[in-house]
């Protein structure tokens, strides 16, 4: 295939992405199997990458971050992702992160972004509850104020790294009658927490080393220090703020992806004979390969120019919804093509395509469906 290079890889960027494949292959790879089994990742697992420097590398130094930029962490996820390493929730990590870089308080960061740059705070961000995922307003989950402390009760569902989750950012109502204005967000340390309670791991299609679960809280107290930036009612703000970010590490997840399975099966079918020769040499396959090869090239520019506006800080709502959307999108059409050449062995479990394919329907689904991104796309018109 011919070599396409991205235009924000430099020297330094090639040396961490080395390393990160390295780290792996070794530390991720030969795990996969069990992870998959207990659907959750190993706490340690997550220490070693902080020790290496991969977690929150787009956060400053002063915070005990890498201090690098979102390169950085488009190329750690591309590394597992094309490998169809899905289990790590590094996304809601580092965007768990970046709520309380961008929103906390100067004490808040001080407390919690070193850890969660070492790993030995596993970040999680909880929107979703059983009644209502796509429209936020209509949540229930409450926090009544009782002097220095706030009480909350309530439940939230198919929560990312939940189980593994130390430090939660949990969306709240604070008044029930301010509309977007009444959400609030609160930092939850979740060791010990009276009253909170993690539910069961959820069984899921694909992405079965992610822990996603169910989370309950009744009457958990947490001190009102812990209330984002220490202002009532500014979480829905807060929350927006931070899309584009979301959005573009999803069309990370999903270039990478697409390359990861046209690379997986152009080794298949050049190996593989059907009448007399190998599968490549077929009109057809050819034809299909062609045309993944050139969207998953289209695919890769557009993300590119995110990736790079991401890093500017220039990348706005709109175009993040349009890569969220369209990768996602074609991601599914892609691995659907791939998983075709593979014949009956792509709908088995253990080759990579399957699990490529299993993996990647979520993706039109979290993070805001395909039906709110072309909401928000068609409101820039
Ligand atoms: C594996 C997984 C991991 C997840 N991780 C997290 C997490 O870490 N944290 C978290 O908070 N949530 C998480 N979610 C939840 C996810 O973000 C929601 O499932 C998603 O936002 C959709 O919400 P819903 O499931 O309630 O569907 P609904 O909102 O009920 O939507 C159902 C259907 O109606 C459509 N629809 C809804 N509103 C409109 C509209 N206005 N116009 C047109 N169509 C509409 C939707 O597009 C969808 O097709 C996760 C979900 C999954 C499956």
Same mark, same amino acid.
Request: glycine share 10%; with cysteine.
């Given at each position: 295939m011919s070599s396409y290079k991205s235009r924000w890889m430099d020297e330094n960027l090639e040396v961490f992405r080395r390393s990160v494949s390295q780290f792996v292959e070794t530390e991720m790879l030969p795990f996969d199997e069990k992870w998959r089994e207990q659907q959750h990742l190993d706490?340690?697992?997550? &220490?070693?990458?902080?020790?290496?420097?991969?977690?929150?590398?787009?956060?400053?130094?002063?915070?005990?971050?890498?201090?690098?930029?979102?390169?950085?962490?488009?190329?750690?996820?591309?590394?597992?992702?094309?490998?169809?390493?899905?289990?790590?929730?590094?996304?809601?990590?580092?965007?768990?992160?970046?709520?309380?870089?961008?929103h906390g308080t100067e004490e808040q960061k001080q407390r919690w972004l070193p850890k969660m740059a070492s790993g030995e705070l596993i970040g999680a961000i909880a929107m979703t509850e059983p009644g209502t995922g796509s429209d936020l307003q209509g949540m229930i989950t409450r926090?009544?104020?009782?002097?220095?402390?706030?009480?909350?009760?309530?439940?939230k569902i198919f929560i990312t790294n939940g189980?593994?989750?130390?430090?939660?950012?949990?969306?709240?109502?604070?008044?029930?009658d301010a509309g977007s204005k009444g959400l609030s967000l609160l930092v939850l340390e979740t060791e010990n927490l009276e009253g909170y309670r993690v539910g069961r791991k959820l069984k899921k299609m694909g992405q079965k080393a992610q822990d996603t679960c169910e989370l309950f809280f009744e009457d958990v107290r947490v001190h009102a220090s812990q209330l984002l930036g220490g202002v009532e009612g500014r979480g829905f703000v807060q929350l927006m703020s931070d899309l584009p970010y979301e959005r573009s590490t999803v069309g990370v997840q999903a270039i990478a992806t697409m390359e990861g399975a046209l690379?997986?099966?152009?080794?298949?079918?050049?190996? &593989?004979?059907?009448?007399?020769?190998p599968l490549m040499e077929q009109q057809n396959t050819r034809f299909k390969l062609a045309e993944v090869h050139a969207l998953t090239r289209a695919a890769r520019i557009f993300i590119d120019r995110c990736i790079e506006d991401v890093v500017t800080g220039t990348l706005d709502n709109a175009t993040a919804s349009m890569c969220k959307w369209w990768l996602?999108?074609?991601?599914?059409?892609?691995?659907?093509?791939?998983?075709?050449?593979?014949?009956?062995?792509?709908?088995?479990?253990?080759?990579?395509?399957?699990?490529?394919y299993a993996d990647a329907r979520v993706a039109r689904i979290y993070a805001g469906t395909s039906e709110i991104m072309l909401e928000v796309i068609a409101r820039d018109l």
């Open positions: 706490k340690e697992f997550w &220490r070693k990458a902080g020790a290496q420097g991969f977690l929150c590398t787009d956060l400053p130094e002063q915070y005990g971050c890498p201090g690098a930029d979102f390169r950085y962490e488009a190329v750690f996820y591309e590394e597992q992702w094309r490998r169809g390493l899905t289990g790590m929730g590094q996304g809601v990590h580092s965007i768990s992160a970046h709520y309380i870089f961008n926090a009544v104020k009782d002097g220095e402390h706030y009480v909350i009760n309530g439940s189980y593994l989750c130390e430090l939660l950012v949990l969306v709240v109502k604070t008044d029930a690379e997986e099966t152009v080794k298949y079918v050049k190996q &593989r004979h059907a009448f007399g020769k996602s999108e074609l991601e599914q059409k892609v691995v659907d093509e791939c998983l075709q050449l593979h014949g009956g062995y792509g709908y088995m479990d253990e080759y990579l395509i399957c699990r490529m």
